[in-house]
């Protein structure tokens, strides 16, 4: 039977894992609405007709391209993270620092949207690749200290911790393996391609898989 103490302790560890997860949601709910802030909005006079407003706003379109590329990054992060945590039994004070870290990084990540919409150069989409890099690096760190400290519910297999392992480190050197190449051929669609064969790349081996069975 459990004792009051044990009762106690796993009242306290799923307090901490609940609160750890509402935080989580919180940031990335906010980083998604900040992103809007990146389109801005037609600087004409409101007598303006409505063909110098449709031209206006055909210009801010580098703008919603960043805010839609954006979308969807941040929100396949909070996929990741919302399938992570739903796989986790606690986590301890090094997992909410490295979590916290994670989560700076997803707050970060409106900045450099608004700086590449606005700019659409190298060095811009340099700043972006970047910070996109970092966020993929830390949560690979935080899913390795919740495999080493045994956080999991679950414990994952060798094989399942090496597909994770090669799924994000394909995305992670994707990105920045992009920074030379938009920098050094001064044109953004290089990178963009570099971006998509990585997010993409992983799911080859196990289509062939898939047809041989």
């Not at 909070?78 to 700076?104: E, P």
């Not at 690749?129 to 999991?152: K, P, Q, T």
Request: hydrophobic share 45%; glycine share 8%.
């Amino acid at each position: 039977m459990e004792t009051e103490q044990e009762h106690n302790q796993r009242r306290s560890t799923a307090y901490d894992l609940d609160r750890t997860i509402s935080l989580s949601d919180g940031i990335f709910a906010f980083a998604l609405t900040l992103l809007v802030l990146s389109i801005g909005v037609p600087e004409i006079p409101h007598s303006a007709s409505s063909a110098e407003l449709w031209t206006s706003l055909k210009d801010r379109g580098y703008e919603l391209t960043s805010y839609l590329i954006s979308f969807a990054v941040i929100g396949g992060f909070w996929i990741r993270h919302h399938r992570f945590c739903g796989t986790l039994k606690a986590v301890d004070g090094r997992f909410q620092v490295f979590n916290l870290a994670y989560l700076a990084t997803i707050a970060f990540i409106p900045y450099p949207t608004q700086v590449l919409g606005d700019f659409t150069n190298p060095a811009a989409f340099a700043l972006y690749a970047g910070a996109i890099a970092i966020s993929i690096l830390v949560s690979f760190v935080l899913g390795e200290h919740a495999s080493r400290a045994h956080l999991y519910r679950q414990m994952p297999s060798r094989a399942e911790q090496a597909e994770r392992r090669i799924d994000g480190g394909s995305v992670a050197a994707a990105f920045i393996l992009s920074i030379p190449v938009v920098l050094l051929s001064g044109v953004l669609w290089p990178g963009y391609l570099c971006w998509f064969v990585g997010a993409n790349i992983h799911r080859i081996p196990r289509t062939g898989r898939l047809r041989k069975h």
